[in-house]
């Protein structure tokens, strides 16, 4: 019998365990013992070269991770909500990491970057605490095909074959973006290789050109009349190379130094091997090959550095798409956060104690609009409170409870004037007690 986190009770004869069949053949199904070469993103080392020279690349997850925000955590019981809140903001990440948001930005970083990301709860020696939280590298992570099953694996330099994961109680795996059966996800960049490789042509040529103006090559060459020698043209040649030598040694000592050269009926020529007229010429079809990138990520582009206008502004349908892939990536997210947090509560003793988490506002908006924003909900709170006090006045509400319960349902009682309308109505409620003449 498997129990939790590598407890197991064993019979005497072990029997083995039979997995059903599907009838469709799985895209998982392999000759292989592993398949990594089946895998939909087949040089994970590929995106990390893309992302170390185009920069755009390499801000894509971060700029989603600060749009996903943070979450609070919620519970009736302030002992589970506080013992939660200092696992979140303490938790041990790898060796040298602390909090659960840098635990989630790797996985998510990972998810983004190379389509799936892979974590580990690493528990004390007495099983009774979390020493640490884990992040493999995506690069390594495989899949073997064994006993009917498909099971995770990790490459390693110690060991031959990939590493089976058996025990999974503790492993947490993650991969947002599955096609057709296949369980390792899809990058964000895994259509992006090819116009990679065009604006790094287009990157490296402008290098080249810059280079050659920056750093140029002279070409000189001595013309000689048809009166002068073939020893006076060597001679002219000699001073010329040595003056040469002697001024490129002083413009690298930071000093100036004139050249002079030629004899008698000579004539000195000097050109630049690629002059500045060389980067008039380079045609760069950066835009049509940024806007590619850009649409990929799903994100504006002055988001991603790119400024094409004095006017930057999230339009109403960028806003509606963004806020809707973050609650998208959110909703992948929220089955590991909440069985990582009940683990937690599982082995220090507080299984089954009632928690959640709540996301925080996705805010695209500037701070004029939000201010705006928050002035058109005051105004809406305070004509729906006009409105249910006219109705009690009418006498449509019986008694201060059942105006409390409206007030409840429409969460207005937060607010100073719904609290005003309750104890005004409980006031009234209240019987009066006659006072007796003296």
């Not at 979390?130 to 590298?137: P, T």
Request: aromatic content about 10%; some cysteine; charged content about 30%.
């Amino acid at each position: 019998m498997k129990l939790p986190f590598g407890y197991e009770l064993r019979k005497r004869q072990s029997e083995k365990v039979s997995v059903p069949e599907s009838q469709i053949r799985e895209s998982t199904d392999s000759r292989w013992g592993y398949w990594s070469h089946l895998a939909p993103n087949q040089d994970l080392n590929l995106y990390d070269e893309m992302r170390s020279t185009i920069p755009p690349l390499d801000m894509i997850p971060g700029k989603w991770f600060r749009l996903l925000g943070t979450f609070d955590i919620k519970s009736d019981n302030d002992r589970i909500r506080t013992k939660l809140e200092d696992f979140k903001k303490h938790v041990r990440v790898g060796w040298y990491g602390q909090g659960f948001d840098s635990f989630l930005y790797q996985m998510f970083d990972s998810c983004l970057a190379k389509g799936g990301g892979l974590g580990e709860m690493v528990l004390s020696e007495s099983m009774m605490d979390v020493d640490r939280m884990v992040i493999a590298r995506a690069n390594d992570i495989v899949f073997v095909k064994k006993d009917g099953r498909l099971w995770l694996a990790q490459k390693t330099k110690e060991d031959a074959e990939p590493r089976i994961l058996h025990n999974m109680d503790t492993i947490y795996y993650i991969a947002p973006d599955q096609r057709e059966g296949h369980p390792q996800g899809y990058s964000v960049y895994y259509s992006l290789p090819f116009v990679t490789q065009i604006l790094y042509r287009i990157e490296k040529s402008v290098d080249n050109a810059v280079w050659r103006v920056g750093d140029p090559t002279f070409i000189s060459w001595i013309e000689a009349s048809e009166k002068a020698g073939e020893q006076t043209i060597k001679n002219a040649k000699a001073d010329y190379i040595r003056a040469f030598q002697k001024a490129m040694k002083a413009r690298k000592a930071g000093k100036v130094r004139d050249i002079f050269g030629g004899g008698p009926g000579t004539r000195l020529h000097v050109q630049i091997l690629g002059g500045s007229e060389l980067l008039d010429h380079v045609q760069i079809p950066f835009n049509m090959v940024i806007d590619q990138i850009v649409s990929k990520s799903d994100l504006p582009d002055w988001m991603l550095g790119f400024h094409r206008s004095t006017t930057e502004r999230l339009s109403t349908n960028q806003a509606d798409m963004i806020v809707s892939k973050v609650k998208w990536y959110r909703d992948e997210l929220d089955p590991m956060i909440e069985r990582i947090f009940s683990t937690y509560l599982t082995v220090t003793g507080d299984a089954g104690a009632a928690w959640k988490h709540v996301w925080g506002p996705v805010n695209l908006l500037d701070e004029k609009e939000h201010a705006q924003a928050r002035l058109y909900d005051a105004s809406a709170r305070d004509k729906e409170l006009n409105i249910i006090e006219r109705l009690d006045a009418m006498g449509a509400y019986a008694g201060a409870d059942a105006l409390e319960q409206v007030l409840r349902d429409n969460d207005l009682l937060k607010t100073a004037l719904g609290r005003d309308v309750w104890r005004s109505r409980l006031h009234a409620d209240r019987p009066k007690v006659p006072v007796s003449a003296p």
